[in-house]
């Protein structure tokens, strides 16, 4: 009994451990994000065409993030009403489901464009350049 005890607390240590660490994310790893690009503009030499061309993106994409944001907590809300109810409508939830994850997935999907985006906006080198300065931070 002890020894199922002791297997048990193991594996959930180890799972809480492996938790923890960051998960592996190969399509992320192909892409860069917007604030490592600034942080080593200079670095990766950045023309003043591209700056501008990515501030701009960046902008547009700005703007359409908080619309999303105030859209998906207004949907949230929703659903929070939805399931404080002593009997919950299981119809109307999944229906409000729908809608957060609706909004949710335009976010992702943003998110993929902006990243798209910005890697093609960058030469080679840059790409090479940018690759090696996030190993280092790894």
């Not at 990766?44 to 701009?56: M, N, P, R, V, Y």
């Not at 997935?105 to 690759?131: H, P, S, W, Y």
């Amino acid at each position: 009994m002890k020894l199922k005890i002791i297997v048990l607390c193991l594996l959930v240590a180890s799972q809480s451990a492996s938790a923890q660490q960051k998960p592996h994310d190969p399509v992320g790893e192909s892409f860069f994000p917007p604030e490592l690009v600034m942080q080593h503009q200079q670095a990766i030499g950045l023309t003043d065409e591209q700056k501008e061309s990515l501030k701009a993106e960046l902008r547009k994409a700005q703007l359409k993030f908080t619309e999303l944001q105030w859209q998906l907590q207004d949907e949230v809300e929703k659903m929070v009403a939805l399931v404080k109810q002593d009997q919950v409508d299981e119809q109307q939830s999944l229906a409000q489901l729908d809608k957060v994850l609706a909004v949710e997935r335009e976010i992702k999907r943003l998110q993929f464009m902006l990243v798209i985006m910005i890697k093609n906006k960058l030469t080679a080198d840059q790409r090479a350049r940018l690759t090696e300065l996030k190993q280092k931070v790894k």
